[in-house]
Each structure stands twice: as C-alpha cells, then as structure tokens.
C-alpha cells in the first residue's frame, strides 16, 4: 500500500502583478505541474486554497483553471484532485461545479455544511483517499479557510475563539476520521489559515494577516495522528512548529519583490501503510525573472547607466520579459526622474514595476535639534524649509530652491 502526494497552494489564478497580467506564467505553471503530476507518478493532487485571486474570478482565469482540470486528468486517469477555498475564493463559486468535477475525480470543499439539526456535518470534510489501483489509502480531513460560525462557537476559558474554535474543529474531526478509518490507513489534513510563528514575507500583499495573532492557531491543532498536514495561505514555502510533515507549500509565482529569493516549490509526499515515507519539495522553474537594479540604492545617475546597460527588446511578446524594480538614492528632488526612466526602457526587454526611493539617513544640523513653538513663531521661511528639506533629503538645501523659494515669498509679500 502506497500513495503519491502532491501538494500546492495559493496559485491566485487571475492575479496581476503591478498591473501586469500573469496569465502566461501560470499557465507556464499549470503546464509544469500536469507534468510533474505525470513524472511523479501522482495518485492524489491537494489544492489548499486561493485558487482564484479573487472571489470573483475572470473569464480567463476560470477558463485556465478548468482546462486544467481536464489536462490532469487527460494525462493521468486516476488522478484523484482534492481543493479546499482560501479566504480569496469565494467558497460558493468555487463548489458551484462540483456535479461535473465528480466526473473528473475532483472534490471541492468551499465551505463547513450543517445537518439538519445545525451540527457541523462532520462527514462533509472528509474524503476517502484511492490509490491507482483503486484502493482505499486514507482519509483527508478537508478544512476550508474559517470563517466566524464556521467553527464551534466559544467556550469559557477560552483566551482567544478563533484559536480555540479551531483547534476543536480539527479535534472533533480528527475523532471522527479515526472512526472511520482502518489500521494502516493515513489521515492527512488539509487548512489554509495562519499557524503562530510561521514566517510570512517582509511585505506579504496578499494575506492580509491579524495583528496580534488572533486569527491563528497553534500547531498542536493538528495532532500526531496525522501523516501529514497541507497547508495553505502563508506564500513563503516552510514547515511548521518544527515539524517535517506539516507544512506550507507557499505560492507557485512570487507575490511580491521580498519573495525574490524563495524557493517556490510544491510537495510531494510519498505514504506508506498509513505513514510518510518521503516528503521532497520539487522546485517550479522560474518563468519569469524578479530584477532590481541596482541591487542596493545609488545615485541617479549610476541608476540610469545601469538600465541603459539592459538588454534591448528583440520581441514585442512582452510576456516572459522579466520585472524590473528599480531603487534609487536622491540627495535631493529630481520631478524629472521617472520620465528618463521609462524613456531608456522604451527599448528595453523588461517591464518596470515601481521606483524605490530612499533619501540618505545623514544627521543633519537641522534633523539634530527639535523645533519648539517658539522657535516656529521667529523662524524665516526658509530656514524652515531647509529644516524640512532636510528632514526629507538628509542633505542642505540647494542654492538654486533656495533662490527660488525666496523669490517667491517676495511676490508674496508684495
Ligand atoms: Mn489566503
């Protein structure tokens, strides 16, 4: 008894970066994973949320994500493929086919279903697991992004509901998989929320994550009889709580410029007899690059040199051209900036996302001492602007702005 795991999460299908459409690259990505699905000899696919970067996709991006559905299943017939909803899928829409995807061995879990009597409807989430040959390998417990009055409701003693709640969702579940599961059957689990102390990117766009941990839980929700929890939600690829077996596959494509250096990756877990025999990340190739130029802020100037120094467009397929942010350091205004920028990559093969400025952390004189009330009522006002420029710039007030601004308080005070 055996069977091949593939885990990934967060492909935010339909999602533009900076304005640009990704839709090339993921579907550079689909294609790479049907074939892995192919290569690796898969029997089960798990999708942990955030399918769709909205919750009300695209045309286009739909149209991917069934096509893919029919691409797995073309290229291996006993792919069984299981999804649970993000907090950017809206759960409805994404079950709404499920009559057809029962054809093509899919399940959906959007949301947490109640019986008649408005217990949660334990059975709902959890789905038997096949191997190739048609047999019974184990159980997920499938556990959709929570919302409030998903998850039990408080209990006294409780320091924080979300946590709490959850925890005693996974808890009862857990019970009622080991109910109805055999010896030598796994038991995975599926979630896609935020586990305490998970390392998120420096400036994660996508997740918009509690301060303070309230929407989090504790590792200890997923208990030791789990083989193996597939996770979703955080973009950064990681295990959790220090343990091998429960992990973040983190997002195919990179969200943001901090995630440059991740190894964006999916899971394959290999069972056997109801236990992990191997957990390997698979790398997803890079479709398109993340450049910054230069790598740390310098001046204009040496700014511009180095995009003049870019490769020239030899294609007006912009598609696969690589983002470009560019990081400058300014002494002092330069309005004229950007435009210089976009003309010198007019003919370049790269497409610019955004310009980061940083002004010089100098102590100047005036940063150094604090301006009180009185000192407000006698200052001129152009020791106040230098004050402020300084502040700003890190640098002295130009002698040209300087010559301007006091002509202009002249006409003012003619
Ligand atoms: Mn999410």
Redesign the pocket.
Known sequence: MSLRILHTA?WHLGQTFFGYDRMVEQDMFLTWLSDTLVSHKTDVLLIA??VFDVANPSAIAQHRFFRFLKEAKAKCPQLQIIIIA???DSAARLEAPTPLLDELNTTIIGFIKRTGNGDIDWDALLCPLFNKEGEREGLCLCVP?LRQGDYPPAEENDENSFSAGVERLYHKLGEQARKKSKPDEALIAMG?VYVNNAQLSENDRS?RIVIGGLESVGAEAFGDYLAYVAL??IHKAQRVGGKENIRYSGSPLPMSFSETRYNHQVVSVILEKGRVKEITPISIPVSVELLRIPQSQQPPENVLDALRALPDKTTEETELFPYLEVRVLFTEPDPGFRHKVEEILKDKAVRLTSIQIVYPQKESNYRSSRLSFNDLQNLSPVTMLEHAFAAKYGSDLPVELRILFNEIVREEGE
């Open positions: 967060d949320g955030d993000g907090n950017h992004y896609h997740e979703g939600h």
